[in-house]
């Protein structure tokens, strides 16, 4: 699973979900063919990463090439259970990457259209937001 080797602040604030905001970076496909474009906004965590990986390359089955295109930075805490208020923060349980509309998310290359489209669709069930299928062209 993706985690950051080394953060400058263990633990974040919490933030504001930015709901209409549309993103400025990474809207096209840059390295491969076939991308995975996000049409929502959420929180994509490093298991929903790894698992989308997973269904990627299996499809793939060794042929073609994959990149990943987000990194989970932002520190999630989480309390344990059954403990009352106050205490301060609780620990830091995982690393979530904000995705906002538009974002290209996994990118594929170097298989034939039906076969990257079909990876990119069995990757698209995994994620927690609608996505589409774009190519370069």
Do not use: C
């Amino acid at each position: 699973m993706l985690i950051p080797k080394k953060v400058k602040h263990r633990k974040w604030h919490k933030g504001r979900s930015r709901k209409r905001v549309v993103e400025t970076r990474g809207l096209t496909v840059a390295y491969g063919q076939f991308g995975l474009k996000a049409l929502e906004s959420a929180r994509f965590n490093s298991r929903q990463i790894e698992a989308a990986r997973k269904a990627i390359t299996g499809y793939l089955n060794r042929r073609g090439r994959m990149w990943i295109r987000v990194f989970p930075d932002k520190p999630i805490t989480k309390r344990p259970p059954e403990t009352t208020m106050g205490g301060g923060k609780g620990s830091v349980d995982h690393y979530v990457a904000r995705v906002l509309p538009g974002r290209v998310v996994f990118e594929v290359d170097g298989v034939d259209p039906e076969t990257a489209k079909g990876a990119l669709r069995r990757a698209a069930y995994k994620l927690p937001f609608k996505s589409r299928i774009i190519s370069k062209e």
